[in-house]
Every structure is written in structure tokens, then in C-alpha cells.
């Protein structure tokens, strides 16, 4: 791959057609790297750009991530697996440096990364000066209460970003408290994916609370937690007051469907619901 990389890389470079390429590698190759750090830097029209990394190194980040900074037309990335065999994090300097300065990037998707809670607090710290990115995927993570703790004033204050992925992560009831406040606080945030995170009717309890009067959030992903009927009852006072929330995913629960029926008149009489899924998790 090495020998034919750069005459792949100037084809590119001359073909204004293709948008969206991705680089999948299961060695480091350093040589490698810096040759795509030069592309990414020149290229005009790729707009969409995929890392799919394993055993790599710390000296990576340092090439890649100063060329993402400065490409003007890259508006989506996705870099998955980028942890190092000595444990580095990706979110390395160079990529918060990115983050905070990039003015193109509107969706970036850092998942199965084994990104914890300081560098969570990190990429939502560089979130205060990002105004431009919509969505970020931090799904398949190591993302505690904790961390959303510490992260949440950077959150609030961003009203730019509207999609924020959790999915897999490790949330619990006690991560739904900051996800409240800053539910109650942010002015911006469309969706809101918490998938398999173990939350419970406590969590959805502190959730319901806040979600009855907010009038920004529009999709709501809660499936393959551990809400029983006690938590969805909660959801029927959601549904009859709040005035935005038009998806709620709560398929793969511990929810009877009686329990689930029970939600039914309350969608009749709302006119903004239009998504709704449940289904029995299997046992």
C-alpha cells in the first residue's frame, strides 16, 4: 500500500467527483500518515473523511490532526479505533487543537476509542469556542456520570451542536442528573442518543423532570436500558405537556405491554409526537 499510496492520493487529488474517502490501516506506518496529512491539507473537494486505526501511535495524531485543522473542505470525520497499544488517547493535543480552530467540521464520529472522562471534558471544552460542528458521535466509549458531570458547563454554553451520541457508554442514573441540567439549560441540542447505558426508571425519573418543559430537544434514544414499567410511566406526563420532543425510542426495556398501552391516549392527544418505538426486550 505504501508504494501506491501517493499515486492514489494525486488521483484523488484530480478527481473532483469523489467526496468521501476512508483509510483503514493495521499497522502504523508513519510514512504512510504523512503522506495523507499532505493530501488532506491540499485536497479541495473531499468532503468526507474515514480512519479506521489499529495499533497505532501517538506521533499519528501529530501528523493528521494539524492538516484537519487546516482543510476547508472537510465537513465530516470519523476516526474509530484511534488508541495506541501504550494506551494514549487520541484526543491528543494536536486534535483539541483541531477541534477549537477548524471552522468546516460539522460531524465528527469518535467511536470505539476508549475515550474516558478527562478527554471527554476536553473535546466539550474545546466545544466553547466551536460554534460550527452539529454532531458529535462519542458512541462505544468509557464515558461515566462523572465525566458528563465535569463537562456539562461547556455544554451548556454551546447552542451550535445538535446532536449528541452516547450510545454504549456508561451513563447510568447518576450521569442522568448533569444530562438534565443541561437539558434545562442548553438552548440548542436537537438529539439526544443514550443507548445501553444502564439507566433505570431513577434515571428516566431526573430525565422526565426536565423534559416536560424543554422546547428544543426533538428526539429522545433510550432503548436497551433497564427502564421497567415504573419508568415508563414517567414518559406519559412527558408526552402530554412537552411541545418539541417528536421521537422517543424505548424498544429493548424491561416495559410490559400494558404498561406501553398505557401511553397511548397521551399520543393521541399529542399533535408533535410522531415516533414512538417500543418493543418487549427479549428474555
Excluded at 458528563?148 to 451520541?165: G, H, M, R, T
Excluded at 438534565?180 to 439526544?192: A, F, P, T
Amino acid at each position: 500500500v505504501s508504494d501506491n499510496l501517493p499515486s492514489i492520493l494525486n488521483e484523488l487529488k484530480s478527481n473532483s467527483f469523489i467526496k468521501n474517502v476512508k483509510f483503514e490501516f493495521v499497522t502504523d506506518d508513519h510514512d504512510c500518515f504523512t503522506k495523507i496529512a499532505s493530501f488532506l491539507r491540499e485536497t479541495k473537494s473531499i468532503e468526507e473523511v474515514g480512519f479506521n486505526l489499529q495499533n497505532t501511535t501517538p506521533a499519528t495524531y501529530e501528523v493528521i490532526f494539524p492538516a484537519l485543522k487546516m482543510n476547508s473542505s472537510i465537513t465530516s470525520l470519523s476516526f474509530e479505533k484511534g488508541y495506541s497499544n501504550d494506551g494514549s488517547s487520541m484526543c491528543s493535543e494536536a486534535f483539541i487543537d483541531c477541534l477549537t480552530n477548524n471552522r468546516t467540521l460539522r460531524n465528527i464520529r469518535l467511536s470505539n476509542n476508549r475515550i474516558g472522562n478527562a478527554d471527554f471534558e476536553k473535546v466539550c471544552f474545546a466545544l466553547r469556542k466551536n460554534r460550527t460542528l452539529r454532531t458529535l458521535d462519542l458512541s462505544f466509549n468509557i464515558i461515566t456520570a462523572k465525566g458528563i458531570e465535569n463537562a456539562s458547563p461547556s455544554l451548556i454554553v454551546n447552542d451550535s451542536l445538535k446532536n449528541l451520541y452516547l450510545n454504549h457508554n456508561e451513563v447510568g442514573d447518576a450521569g442522568c442528573f448533569p444530562l438534565s441540567m443541561i437539558l434545562r439549560d442548553n438552548k440548542g441540542l436537537k438529539e439526544l442518543y443514550l443507548r445501553e447505558n444502564m439507566i433505570t426508571k431513577d434515571g428516566v425519573k431526573t430525565l422526565s423532570s426536565v423534559l416536560k418543559k424543554n422546547t428544543t430537544l426533538s428526539s429522545l434514544d433510550l432503548r436497551g436500558n433497564q427502564i421497567n414499567d415504573d419508568g415508563c410511566d414517567h414518559f406519559i406526563s412527558v408526552i402530554q405537556e412537552n411541545a418539541s420532543l417528536h421521537t422517543l425510542k424505548l424498544s429493548g426495556n424491561a416495559i410490559h405491554s400494558e404498561t406501553a398501552r398505557k401511553i397511548l391516549p397521551a399520543l393521541h392527544k399529542n399533535s408533535i409526537m410522531t415516533n414512538f418505538k417500543y418493543a418487549k426486550k427479549k428474555i
